[in-house]
């Protein structure tokens, strides 16, 4: 019974998270053309509505090319090893009380040793297209990736902290009387942080130095064609919303709002709460240019790690003095 | 002389590290067009760069050759198609130095208001690609250069309204232009002018109040003024290493001398330098249209109004050279007539081509990102680089 009622659910919340991903692209879509005083996609369906299946249906009509010199079993595994962990993180998130996969204890260490599984499938991407572009992107990948990882756990951990728990639900319940957003100090550097850690940790500008278009043409993905590269693009904006849902649990108080007792208008909150995250980080990518490979390392090394972990370590004086914040 | 070696004496043998052969190019979104640039990379860091030019060459110089004076000006206008009013009135600007013929005042203030709006729009153009470069399509680049891209609309609107023609005019021709200004075009003009000021200071609120733009461009790519010097290069790259040098004040053609152009100079040399001297040119240009507008005085626009055949404009035998200061530097023609209809030797001295130059004297030394952050801020249009 438990089983075939998760498996369900599982694949409920995997459908809803495809069709969110698919339409997340449109919002990205118009909200960078409101930006730069465009349009947008216009044309398909009312209002360019239809645009996310026309792209789909695109690109798995498509022809599917591997190049001749690729490692063929690498090259094709790659999408699918890239993509399994950027659906896997919605496991553990709730969207409502009761609403989600599964409510582990270890909810947030799940969705972040997941999450930074990702670095697998782009760096074979990378490694088995066998393209100098590719190549350079796989290195800068792994780079980026691990330098990002590390204050991006420790800023998720400062709610974590306050609230004495790694489960997602008692961390939103926690929150019931004041969002760790708008913790003082500790709970509003950890929420900026966290943002800046999310950004690179999505590879987006500006530190999207893994697809640099304009210096390695589209990176790791350079060689990937049809459906192939419609799943690496699937997994990237999967991983991307993963995020913007962490964001909103661990620091926006998740479904928390009025008259959130009502599972669905919860879910409701919660996704707002997710695109609100979602269209800040958006909002950064389209007025930004990309920083350099070391600046990039120098900012995390050197100024984003001491920082959280600073911060993390005050957290664990006030928690120590004050007992967890309770909702 | 630099300290960073050039082509031919980079010896690519095993250097302790491994090395990686990328091209970059001639098919590459940061490529401008078409050129390939050959890199030797150590992980990121570039060591070597071998600069391939010439898949745009369309044979310019022998066109010329084959075409009357009549009708190569408009072909003229495609050597530098980002910057055509400038292209068009070197080659014009020859015809009438060795031919001798004036050309009317108002003309010479018409060539004035269009040479400067073209810089605008040539500026606007090289603002917009060059942040790109930086940002990237699918980021705060893309936003920059569509705003950029809108201000170039307004001024391709003006040109439409002067010659029908948004990119490559043939607005003038040998002894003034062929076109007046119609009526209003002035005060739309002013308008437009007035928009564009505006908007300059927002580009500058986004860009220059960003670290990450500031990182990216300060210090990268320092053309040090004895290299800059040596290798030739002009227009804002030489500016931005401190030469004040402007063939509009240095060599007046076209009545600049009655404007008294200023010239922006900075003397750091780097990539920021050249963006903050086209930043001052782009309100200098300003100012010199509307000027220019203020002063237009009355007359004929040409000196040989109502061409009736291709052949009819013939001039003496002899040669000369014209420049005039393009949007990227001198750009030169120099014309050889045999007394014919036609010219007897035309030879084109782009601006891109010699700044292009300078690349593998200061890109050696620099990450991958930073190459298409050089390129972008030398600005080359390839048309002119290939001809």
């Known amino acids: 019974m438990t089983i075939a009622y998760h498996a369900l659910v599982g694949f409920i919340v995997l459908n809803v998270v495809i069709g969110m991903v698919t339409y997340v692209t449109l919002l990205e879509r118009k909200f960078a053309a409101r930006m730069q005083s465009r349009i947008g996609p216009y044309y398909v369906g009312p209002r360019g509505l239809l645009q996310p299946i026309a792209d789909a249906l ?73 393209n100098k572009y590719a190549l350079l992107s796989a290195m800068r990948a792994v780079n980026q990736i691990i330098s990002y990882d590390l204050p991006f756990v ?27 957003a708008a913790y003082p100090i500790i709970g509003q550097l950890a929420f900026v942080m966290f943002l800046v850690a999310t950004l690179a940790a999505e590879n987006r500008v500006p530190f999207d130095i893994l697809e640099a278009e304009s210096e390695l043409v589209a990176g790791f993905r350079v060689e990937y064609s049809g459906m192939k590269f419609a799943l690496i693009q699937l997994g990237e904006y999967a991983h991307m919303i993963g995020t913007s849902f962490l964001g909103a649990l661990l620091f926006l108080g998740g479904w928390l709002g009025p008259g959130s007792d009502t599972p669905l208008v919860g879910a409701l909150w919660f996704l707002l709460k997710a695109m609100l995250v979602f269209l800040v980080v958006t909002w950064v990518r389209w007025s930004f240019v ?7 390392l120098a900012l995390s090394w050197k100024l984003l790690l001491p920082a959280t972990l600073v911060l993390l370590l005050i957290t664990g004086f006030v928690v120590a003095v004050r007992g967890p914040h309770a909702g | 002389m630099a300290e960073t070696l050039a082509r031919s004496t980079v010896e690519l ?35 070597a760069v071998d600069a391939v030019i010439g898949y745009l060459h369309r044979c310019h110089e022998k066109l010329a050759e084959t075409l009357t004076y009549v ?94 023609a948004r990119l490559l005019y043939g607005f003038h021709q040998v002894g003034g232009t062929r076109y007046d200004i119609p ?13 564009i000021t505006q908007r300059l200071g927002e580009y500058e609120a986004m860009l220059e109040d960003n670290a990450f733009f500031l990182v990216r461009t300060q210090g990268v790519g320092v053309i040090s003024r004895e290299l800059a010097e040596d290798i030739g290069v002009a227009g804002p790259l030489l500016r931005g290493s401190g030469v004040a040098y402007d063939l509009r004040t240095a060599a007046p053609y076209s009545s600049y001398e009655d404007f008294g152009v200023r010239v922006p100079v900075e003397s750091a040399g780097d990539c920021y330098a050249r963006y903050r001297v086209r930043m001052a040119e782009f309100r200098e240009s300003i100012r010199l249209v509307h000027a220019a507008l203020d002063g237009l005085p009355e007359g004929p626009i040409s000196s040989r109004p109502g061409v009736k055949s291709v052949g009819q404009v013939r ?8 420049r005039i200061e393009g949007a990227r530097g001198e750009v030169g023609c120099y014309l050889v007539a045999d007394g014919g209809p036609k010219p007897y030797r035309l030879k084109w001295r782009g601006a891109s081509f010699s700044n292009l130059a300078v690349l593998p004297h200061i890109i050696p030394g620099h990450k991958i990102a930073d190459v298409v952050a050089i390129m972008g801020s030398v600005d080359p249009v390839f048309g002119e680089v290939d001809r």
């Open chain 1, 58 to 130: 695109k690109l798995m009509l498509k022809e599917d090319i591997v190049p001749t010199s690729a490692d063929r079993w690498i090259y094709n595994l790659a999408p699918i090893v890239f993509l399994i962990p950027c659906i896997l993180i919605f496991a553990t998130l709730p969207f409502a009380p009761g609403l989600g996969v599964a409510d582990l204890n270890i909810g947030v260490l799940f969705f972040l040793a997941v999450s930074s599984l990702e670095i697998v499938g782009l760096f074979m991407g990378g490694w088995g297209s066998n």
């Open chain 1, 290 to 296: 990309r920083i350099r490979v070391d600046h990039i």
């Open chain 2, 71 to 164: 009708q190569y000006p408009t072909i003229a206008s495609k050597t530098d198609y980002v910057s055509a009013m400038t292209a068009e009135l070197a080659y014009v600007g020859a015809v009438e130095l060795v031919g001798k013929i004036d050309v009317p005042k108002r003309a010479q203030y018409l060539r004035v208001i269009c040479g400067e709006l073209q810089r605008i729009a040539s500026h606007c153009l090289w603002l917009g690609t060059w942040c790109m470069d930086m940002g990237g399509a699918l980021g705060g680049g893309a936003t920059i250069f569509l705003y950029a891209i809108r201000e170039r609309e307004l001024i391709l609107d003006l040109f439409e309204t002067l010659t029908g």
């Open chain 2, 13 to 47: 043998g095993y250097g302790g590290s491994e090395r990686l052969t990328m091209n970059m190019g001639p098919q590459h979104p940061s490529a401008h067009g078409v050129f390939r640039a050959i890199l030797t990379l150590e992980g990121e860091t570039v060591v």
């Open chain 2, 183 to 195: 009526a209003g075009w002035a005060q739309q003009c002013r308008e437009t002018l007035a928009v």
């Open chain 1, 154 to 180: 420790f800023a998720a951990f400062v709610p974590v902290l306050l609230a004495g728990s790694l489960q997602m639900s008692v961390i939103v319940e926690a929150q019931r009387g004041l969002w760790f």
């Open chain 2, 315 to 322: 001039i003496a035998k002899g040669e000369g050279y014209s």
